[in-house]
């Protein structure tokens, strides 16, 4: 007979709990300002607080649980992650790239400030981060060097400007698979395998399952990826009955227009397994990072 009392994973509730550490966090790492330049921080914390899921913090704080450390060290260099993916959303959305009205459910930030102080929003995003985890508390020198070199990679022309300027070219070609899978490596897998790679920094692990955890946040993020193109069509499909999404209105190459829903499941799938098969390699069990990996990638992309 059923209790009738339902039963709430501690996983979830874990992430729950941390996820509203990070807002927290993000809240004062941005604090509004009455200096005569407030709109600066105003605009900031438009497009950084509410609605995002905080999946890159997410992974950062997963990784380093996972490998049996205490995660409070991490909480600063992770929301630095999120300054970093924040400015890339806001930049992307200005019209001179996506030109999107809506962002995590509210109009764009250059809809409600003008355009030029969106474009600044980012750039102060962007130079805060690096200035967090150039003054991270409990860390030693050295850790918040391999941090900045990690994220400033990550974040940079081989990683996710690199990506992006590679998708603005994009637009004027024939892309091939093997060409939208490295626009997708550097454009959003590069900061996915940084948050895991803060992690193992953080954990202070050895240089070989630095290495592997890297590897696996790379396959994690290309295969978020692929599910975003693959969930993009099916929310068009709901929306208007036809398998036009927006990225197609766009006439954006995606995995979908190259490999059709199916497969494009499928190899967010394969993907999915091969970073489980790596990180099941590692001393203990990563349960919470397994955990966080499949939301990420969602329950859509069981075949
Ligand atoms: C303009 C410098 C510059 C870079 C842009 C990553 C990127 C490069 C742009 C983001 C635009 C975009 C839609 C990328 C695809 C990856 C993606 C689905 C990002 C959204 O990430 P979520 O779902 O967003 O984690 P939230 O809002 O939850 O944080």
């Given amino acids: 007979m059923s209790s009738g009392v339902s039963v709430v994973s501690p996983l979830i509730v874990f992430f729950e709990q ?6 927290n966090t ?11 330049h407030q709109i600066l921080f105003e605009a900031a914390r438009y497009a950084l607080l509410g609605a995002g899921k905080r999946l890159r913090p997410l992974l950062v704080i997963a990784t380093v649980e996972s ?18 993916h924040t400015y890339s959303l806001i930049h992307d959305d200005l019209p001179c790239m996506d030109n999107d009205d809506f962002r995590r459910g509210k109009p764009t930030l250059h809809r409600v400030f003008p355009e030029g102080h969106a474009l600044l929003t980012g750039d102060y995003l962007l130079t805060h981060a690096f200035d967090l985890l150039s003054r991270c508390p409990m860390l030693s020198s050295d850790h918040k060097i391999d941090l900045i070199q990690v994220l400033s990679h990550a974040a940079g022309g081989e990683g996710m400007i690199g990506g992006q300027v590679m998708d603005l070219l994009a637009e004027t070609m024939n892309v091939d698979l093997e060409m939208m899978t490295l626009i997708h490596q550097k454009k959003t897998g590069a900061l996915f395998a940084a948050a895991i790679e803060f992690g193992a920094i953080l954990a202070h692990v050895p240089s070989e399952q630095r290495l592997l955890l890297k590897i ?19 929310a068009s499909e709901k929306k208007h ?12 190459t995606t995995y979908v227009t190259l490999l059709g829903l199916e497969q494009s499941r499928h190899l967010a799938q394969q993907l999915y397994q091969s970073a489980l098969k790596l990180l099941y390699t590692l001393p203990r069990e ?17 075949v």
Avoid at 18 to 23: C, E, G, L, T, V
Avoid at 216 to 234: S, T
């Fill in 26 to 36: 993000l809240d004062n790492l941005v604090p509004a300002s009455h200096a005569p």
């Fill in 286 to 302: 990563p349960t919470s990072l397994i955990y966080l990996t499949e939301q990420v990638i969602g329950a859509d992309a069981s």
């Fill in 241 to 252: 009955g036809k398998s036009i999404s927006s990225d197609q209105y766009n006439k954006k």
């Fill in 18 to 23: 941390w996820k509203s550490r990070i807002d």
């Fill in 216 to 234: 696996c946040g790379e396959k994690i993020g290309l295969a978020f990826q692929i599910m975003d193109d693959v969930l993009d069509l099916i």
């Fill in 67 to 84: 490998l049996g450390k205490d995660s409070e060290i991490a909480l600063i260099p992770a929301c630095a992650l999120e300054l970093i």
